[in-house]
């Protein structure tokens, strides 16, 4: 082969255009695509999850309302305890509020709450009402036991709505 030849069957070299900021952007795309959606994902099942225990509290609330309001004060009362010391272990599981007793636990309470309804109000019930051998023995000013027993849930219940905005930010 002649070199003249050889020189005609060579081609121009062709190199790949520059990348623009475009191409390297749609390689990017899919996975920020990704990533967004796992964090969205992420924080809508937080978030769920948060108010899951508010609806589940509201509705042992009630049912503990209809217990009382049926007569069968002594479930009722031991069921708001036990109610109480779940939403311990959920609001402040490090300080171990949900494993003491007497007025350590009606001042954790309020603590937890931030109020005074448990160690000043008829609170202080939950310590001594589900242990009380007769069902008409706990009151609270003149109020039947019944009638103590539902307006605490009323109360806890108003409760629970400040703890879950106190959770969702952060703060104590």
């Known amino acids: 082969m002649s070199p003249e030849l050889a020189l005609a ?13 475009g191409s390297s952007l749609s390689a990017w795309i899919l996975p920020a695509v990704v990533g967004v959606s796992f964090l969205l994902a992420c924080l809508l099942w937080r978030n769920r999850r948060q108010r899951h225990w508010l609806i589940q509290s ?6 503990i309302q209809r217990l009382a309001a ?42 937890m709450f931030d109020t005074v ?4 109000g008829r609170g202080r019930l939950i310590a ?8 008409g ?21 108003a409760l629970l709505g400040d703890a879950r905005k106190r959770t969702s930010t952060g703060t104590k």
């Open 9 to 21: 069957q060579l081609r121009d070299i062709h190199l790949p255009a520059e990348h623009s900021i």
């Open 70 to 111: 049926r007569g069968d004060i002594e479930s009722g009362w031991h069921r708001l305890s036990v109610l109480l010391r779940r939403l311990a272990l959920l609001l402040d599981p490090v300080s171990g509020s949900h494993a003491l007793v007497g007025t350590e636990w009606l001042s954790s309470l309020d603590r």
């Open 117 to 120: 309804l448990f160690t000043q």
């Open 128 to 135: 001594t009402a589900p242990y009380r051998p007769a069902p």
């Open 58 to 63: 509201r509705q042992e609330l009630a049912e």
């Open 137 to 157: 023995a706990a009151h609270h000013k003149g109020e039947t036991a019944a009638e103590s027993l539902i307006r605490l849930c009323v109360e806890t219940e």
